[in-house]
C-alpha cells in the first residue's frame, strides 16, 4: 500500500497570502496525484489531477507540481472560500487508492 | 452537470447491513467511467472503499473486501454500496464519485456527492 503523508496538519495564513501544502509518497507513484477540497456540507472538490492538471472550473491560483514521491499545492492569493482541508489522492496504483491525512488552512 | 446523490439511512445497529444507493444525474452509468465509494470517519482523514465499473470490472480495498458488495443498476442509473456486519468503526460520513477509467485523471474523483452520514450504533 502507498502511504500519502501531508504536511503541516494545520497551515495558519491570512488572505490575500500563499499558501504551500506538501504530499509525500512512499515510493514512486510518477505524476499520478490529485488533490481536492473539502469544506463541511458540501460536496469534495476535484482541484488538480496528474499532479499539475487543474480540473474544470479550478481558478488558477491553484497551482500542482512535483512528480515521483514529492508534491505540492500552492494557492496563491488566498481568498476567503479558500480555507478549507486539502487532501491528496495517489492514483497510480491499486488496490488501494490512498489519501493523505488531510492539510486544513485556516485565518 | 454531473450530480450524485447517496441515499439510505442514517443508522444502522451493530453487526448488520450498511446499504446506500448513490443516484448519478446527467450522465449515464454506462458511459464508460468507474463509480466509487470513499469514507471519512469523524475527525478522521479519507477512506477510499471501491470502484466499479458498469462491465462488472470492480476494485476493492483489501481492508473492506470481504464486507463489501458493490452493484451497478443502468435501468435506474445508480450504484449502490452494501457493507456486512458493521461495528461502531464504520461510523462515517459516506460519499460517492465518478472515476475516469482512462488518461491523466485515471482513478481520480470528480464530481462527488455531498455525503451522508452514517452512524453505527445500538
Known amino acids: 500500500e502507498i502511504v500519502m503523508t501531508q504536511s503541516p496538519a494545520t497551515l495558519s495564513v491570512s488572505p490575500g497570502e500563499t499558501a504551500t501544502l506538501s504530499c509525500r509518497a512512499s515510493e514512486n507513484i510518477r505524476i499520478n496525484l490529485a488533490w481536492y477540497q473539502l469544506k463541511p456540507g458540501q460536496a469534495p472538490r476535484l482541484l488538480i489531477y496528474a499532479a499539475s492538471t487543474r480540473a474544470t472550473g479550478v481558478p488558477a491560483r491553484f497551482s500542482g507540481s512535483g512528480s515521483g514521491t514529492e508534491f505540492t499545492l500552492t494557492i496563491s492569493s488566498l481568498q476567503s472560500e479558500d480555507f478549507a482541508v486539502y487532501y491528496c489522492q495517489q492514483h497510480n496504483k491499486w488496490p488501494p487508492l490512498t489519501f493523505g491525512g488531510g492539510t486544513k488552512v485556516e485565518i | 452537470q454531473v450530480q450524485l446523490q447517496e441515499s439510505g439511512p442514517g443508522l444502522v445497529k451493530p453487526s448488520e447491513t450498511l446499504f446506500l444507493t448513490c443516484d448519478v444525474s446527467?450522465?449515464?452509468?454506462?458511459?464508460?467511467?468507474?463509480w466509487g465509494w470513499i469514507r471519512q470517519p469523524p475527525g478522521k482523514g479519507l477512506e477510499w472503499i471501491v470502484n466499479?465499473?458498469?462491465?462488472?470490472?470492480?476494485y476493492y480495498s483489501p481492508s473492506l473486501k470481504s464486507r463489501v458488495t458493490v452493484s451497478v443498476d443502468t435501468s435506474k442509473n445508480q450504484f449502490s454500496l452494501r457493507l456486512d456486519s458493521v461495528t461502531a468503526a464504520d461510523t462515517a460520513v459516506y460519499y460517492c464519485?465518478?472515476?475516469?477509467?482512462?488518461?491523466?485523471?485515471?482513478?481520480?474523483?470528480?464530481?462527488w456527492s455531498q455525503g451522508t452520514l452514517v452512524t453505527v450504533s445500538s
Open positions: 446527467g450522465d449515464s452509468i454506462g458511459n464508460g467511467f468507474y
Open positions: 464519485a465518478r472515476a475516469p477509467s482512462a488518461g491523466a485523471g485515471l482513478f481520480s474523483f470528480d464530481p
Open positions: 466499479v465499473h458498469q462491465n462488472g470490472n470492480t
